[in-house]
Every structure is written in C-alpha cells, then in structure tokens.
C-alpha cells in the first residue's frame, strides 16, 4: 500500500515549513506571497494530497497567540484568564509566548506570524509601542497591544490619573503627609500618568510631589519591595503607596525584619489586587484592576478587527476605572 501525502511532504518538497502550508490549504494563506501560494497549491494537486483528519491539527479552532513579559507576575497570569475567559465564546484557542523586551516580542511576532494562527496580543510596559505596532501590520494578522501608553483607539488600560489621584487622596484622608512612592525604574507612559494623578491629589491638599521620596527599584517584584525598606524608614515617611503588590509585599516582609510593623508604623498602599494581598497579615489595602475584564475586553476588539467590524470604543470603554479595596495596612494618624 502507497503512503499517503501529508501536509509534511508537501512543506519538504517546497522547503516551506508544515504550518505554512497548512495555513494556505486551509485559506488562511493571504500573509505569504502568491508564488509560495502557487507552489503549494501545485504541489497539492501534484502529489494527490488530500486532507484524511490526520492533520486536523493545523485546521481545528482558532488560534490567538498572546505574548507577555512572563508568568512571575500575578497581573499577567489575570491577564492571560480573562482573554481565555473571553476565547470560550468564540471556540478559540490560546498560545502563550514570553519576552520582556522589544526585541524578544519582534522575535515571538514572528515565530507566531509563521504558526498557524489567526491573530496576536502582545501586553507589557516596556515595549517600543511603534515598533511592535509596524511589526504586527507587516503579518498580515488581527491584532492588538495592551498598551499602558493609552494613545491608540484600541488600547485597553486603566485610568491611571485617576488610580493616582484616588491613592493620594485616599492617603491623606487618612492623615499623611509624607508618603513615599515605591516604583520600578523606568519612565513608562502607565507610570508617569500615574505620578502626575498622585501629584493632582497632593495638589488638593496644597502640597507637592517630593522627588526624594521616590524609591525606584530594579523591578516589581517582591525581593525588590524587601531590599527597598530601609530606604523607606531613613526617609522618615508614615506611608508608602508602591505601584505593585509584589513590591508592597516584600516591602511589608522587610519591614517586619528591621523592627517596623504595618500599618502602626507605617502604612502600606498596593496596586493591582492580585491575589495574596488578602492572605498577608495585615491584609493589603490595594488599588484594584479590573484585569480579568481587561483582558476579556482584548478579545473583544480582536474579533471585531478579525471579523472586519468597525469596533472604536469610546473613552468608559476602553479605559477602565480603578476601585479602591479598604483593608487593614492603612492606619489613620
């Protein structure tokens, strides 16, 4: 018995790769050039493939690759529930990829552009924005940026300005004055609307932004919150609004290891809402993101660009607004 042609033979006799071939097989092929079209369809009919269901594989549902910085950060791991929260509806799958950097998410964009998938989200906040926008028209697919820099008619972020200003008034309502902001290093779109939010705040109060209580770290992370304490109490502040949890979690740790407790030293204010801020002691007083409905939010606007609707949200719809959770690392002085 002969055997029978796979999508396989076809790539080897083209010197192609399979997910290529698959892709103009099954239609989805306007990315690649019409000789690469041509050759496969003439070598389909050539060697008499015909699709059997062994390579349903590279035909089944649809396919969303989804690029990240990585799963160390609880956000991302939210992120990733709601977009596949969001793909159920659509009998969609998901493929996650990692990369920290522009350079690493042009390399995944296109590996991605390259597998047989149907569209892409890339999320991160230490992207050229402009860069992997040109990247992604150039393969041809659905796509769309969580984009912290909030200038494009699809991103999807929250409010920072207000996530800033609520937190600084949240703050002084509760009686400080000298408050500390723990951050990682970088100037971020996401985060400079956040400082000038917080700044607004203070302004209410008739007082300014004190560069020599910004305490900028290497990352978000909670080893970076922990090394960052004794910097917080030299600087004499009674409260310290950090821009992640992981950072106000590790800094709550640190505390507790030169002496200091929270809130009744000092007061600990943490963004995101992620998970473990309600299992560390005290709990953690938090500005909460909405991210599982960020992320399902993603999908939405993917499909419509890939359905080819017009989908341009207004400004409630794409900027999400923050909640403040209320625990018990604030003290009222």
Do not use: C, W
Request: charged letters at 25%.
């Amino acid at each position: 018995m002969s055997k029978k042609t796979t999508i396989t033979d076809i790539a080897n006799e083209a010197g192609i790769s399979p997910t290529t071939v698959s892709q103009i097989l099954n239609g989805k092929g306007e990315r690649f050039s019409a000789t690469t079209r041509q050759k496969v369809l003439g070598l389909q009919k050539k060697m008499g493939y015909h699709n059997t269901g062994n390579d349903k594989p590279f035909e089944s549902k649809v396919t969303v690759g989804m690029i990240v910085p990585s799963l160390d950060n609880p956000y991302y791991r939210e992120l990733i529930h709601g977009v596949q929260d969001g793909l159920v509806s659509q009998f969609a799958e998901l493929s996650v990829e990692f990369s920290e950097n522009s350079e690493g998410i042009g390399y995944h964009i296109h590996e991605l552009s390259e597998r047989p998938v149907d569209a892409i989200i890339v999320a991160g906040d230490n992207m050229d924005l402009a860069f992997v926008q040109t990247l992604l028209a150039n393969t041809g697919l659905p796509s769309i940026i969580m984009d912290p820099q909030q200038d494009n008619e699809s991103s999807v972020a929250i409010n920072e300005l207000e996530a800033g200003s609520k937190s600084a008034e949240y703050l002084l309502d509760n009686g400080h004055r000298k408050i500390a902001l723990l951050m990682k290093a970088g100037n971020s779109e996401s985060k400079l609307h956040r400082i000038t939010g917080f700044s607004n705040g203070l302004k209410e109060y008739h007082l300014d932004l004190d560069p020599t209580l910004f305490f900028e770290q290497p990352d978000d992370s909670k080893v970076s919150g922990f090394n960052s304490a004794k910097q917080v109490i030299d600087s004499g502040a009674t409260a310290v609004f950090a821009f992640s949890d992981e950072l106000a979690v590790g800094l709550n740790r640190g505390l507790l290891a030169h002496g200091k407790r929270v809130p009744e030293d000092i007061s600990i204010l943490g963004f995101d809402d992620i998970e473990i801020t309600r299992y560390v002691q005290p709990e953690l007083s938090t500005v909460h993101q909405p991210i599982q409905e960020m992320g399902e939010k993603l999908v939405k606007i993917l499909f419509a660009k890939k359905s080819d609707e017009e989908f341009k949200p207004d400004s409630d719809e794409r900027l999400f607004s923050v909640v403040l959770k209320k625990r018990g690392s604030i003290k009222h002085i």
